[in-house]
T-cell receptor, first 113, second 116 residues
Framework: SQQGEEDPQALSIQEGENATMNCSYK?????LQWYRQNSGRGLVHLIL?????REKHSGRLRVTLDTSKKSSSLLITASRAADTASYFC?????????????FGEGTQLTVNP | GAVVSQHPSWVICKSGTSVKIECRSL??????MFWYRQFPKQSLMLMAT?????????EQGVEKDKFLINHASLTLSTLTVTSAHPEDSSFYIC????????????FGPGTRLTVL
């Protein structure tokens, strides 16, 4: 079953604005990852944040993790039309789950030029 | 590096036929490969986890006799959808992990299966 829930389900912004997507999960995790998927394509790994980290940056991406609230957020700054895609969070659970990932429902981001 | 390919990228077949989808890690040896399915506007659902030379581990509710997985080498895993039906129409995506970075999955481009 999907343990990740993301909000909003859809987000439409203007180019140059910031986009924030949130993800919540239910069980303990080793790490949380964010992926991007263009329509009809595979997934591209964006960033991984470990359970003992609170914030991580990569270019225009900023990810936060609050394990007490079991939630994470992905911020894309200065958005571009090319950022239009679906964004998924995925959690890697405890050692018994191995490398298995559980994906959230995703946020469809549309950046209007 | 860490490129995963899938073949075919799309396939249309008649109901009752079997379809094989290949997943290859092109520039690394994959310790584990995963198979997901994704319905339109939905998230990815893990179907099975596959390690080279051993039987795949299927998720609850996934029929192992219907979705046959063969992981013959460290760079190739195949998913065969047997006796396909229209409800099997979906986007099938594989991913792979490599020894040095086991907590990151590298995804293939996906295969669109349409069963008529």
């Amino acid at each position: 079953s999907q343990q990740g829930e993301e909000d909003p389900q859809a987000l439409s912004i203007q180019e140059g604005e910031n986009a924030t997507m949130n993800c919540s999960y239910k069980t303990s995790i080793n790490n949380l990852q964010w992926y991007r998927q263009n329509s009809g394509r595979g997934l591209v790994h964006l960033i991984l944040i470990r359970s003992n980290e609170r914030e991580k940056h990569s270019g225009r991406l900023r990810v936060t993790l609050d394990t007490s609230k079991k939630s994470s957020s992905l911020l894309i700054t200065a958005s571009r039309a090319a950022d239009t895609a679906s964004y998924f969070c995925a959690t890697d659970g405890d050692e018994t789950s191995g490398s298995r990932l559980t994906f959230g429902e995703g946020t469809q981001l549309t950046v209007n030029p | 590096g860490a490129v995963v390919s899938q073949h075919p990228s799309w396939v249309i077949c008649k109901s009752g036929t079997s379809v094989k989808i290949e997943c290859r890690s092109l520039d690394f040896q994959a310790t584990t490969m995963f198979w997901y399915r994704q319905f339109p506007k939905q998230s990815l659902m893990l179907m099975a986890t596959s390690n080279e030379g051993s039987k795949a581990t299927y998720e609850q509710g996934v029929e192992k006799d219907k979705f046959l997985i063969n992981h013959a080498s460290l760079t190739l895993s195949t998913l065969t959808v047997t006796s396909a039906h229209p409800e099997d129409s979906s986007f099938y995506i594989c991913s792979a992990t490599r020894w040095a970075v086991m907590d990151t999955q590298y995804f293939g481009p996906g295969t669109r299966l349409t069963v008529l």
